[in-house]
């Protein structure tokens, strides 16, 4: 899960903000990449660093995991906030996942190390939490907006609809043809038109 409580060591250069933010990018660039295993070692290779450097910052892996995930959930909340409309959601779920799938690839694209939410088995150490993070923070936006636009459901069917919505994206994501290959844009389409039909006709069927 993600935490806010994060352990920060004192840091003791005088850009030891820069250094911080470097050593933090560093360890997202290892969590995209799943060939990589998420070590202290790596992390300071990948950012250019001795080991040592990153105990003036962070008291452990687990420490640089969770500022991690800080940033990353920040990221993904602020990047679908302009598409989680409540208004959307009332009027149109199928436009509305439509929307939201696009926006996930959007952001994806721009933050590889969130392609982790899509994967079935993720690993447990950091990027297995981070995975969970985001997955938690794309269920509770996306379950705010139609709790804001469903009222008369029942919380619990609320609930039931949206986790097989998020489970049937996040399957479409793990299965998505690479980049290029004919059909991709498509096959993108078809699974947010299907998910928001679905949502709509359930959510339609418990109000009445």
């Not at 030891?16 to 933010?21: K, Q």
């Not at 998420?38 to 450097?53: D, F, K, V």
Request: aromatic share 4%; with cysteine.
């Amino acid at each position: 899960m993600c935490s806010d409580k994060v352990s920060v060591r004192v840091p003791v250069r005088r850009n030891g903000i820069a250094t911080r933010e470097r050593i933090i990018a560093a360890a997202r660039a290892l969590m995209a990449r799943s060939d990589v295993p998420m070590t202290l070692r790596g992390i300071a290779a990948e950012a250019g660093l001795s080991p040592a450097a990153i105990y003036q910052f962070f008291a452990s892996q687990e420490d640089v995991g969770r500022a991690v995930e800080v940033e990353s959930v920040a990221a993904l909340e602020a990047s679908l906030a302009p598409v989680l409309m409540a208004q959307l959601a009332a009027a149109d779920p199928v436009v509305f996942f439509v929307r939201l799938l696009a926006g996930v690839m959007t952001h994806q694209s721009g933050h590889p190390e969130a392609l982790c939410m899509a994967r079935l088995d993720p690993e447990p150490g950091p990027r297995g939490a981070l995975a969970e993070a985001l997955r938690t923070a794309l269920a509770r936006q996306v379950g705010a907006a139609f709790a804001r636009a469903w009222p008369e459901v029942p919380s619990a069917r609320l609930e039931q609809v949206l986790v097989i919505a998020q489970n049937a994206m996040l399957g479409a994501l793990r299965g998505l043809p690479p980049r290029g290959v004919e059909g991709r844009d498509a096959f993108l389409a078809d699974v947010a038109q299907l998910v928001g039909r679905y949502v709509g006709d359930a959510l339609a069927q418990a109000r009445a």
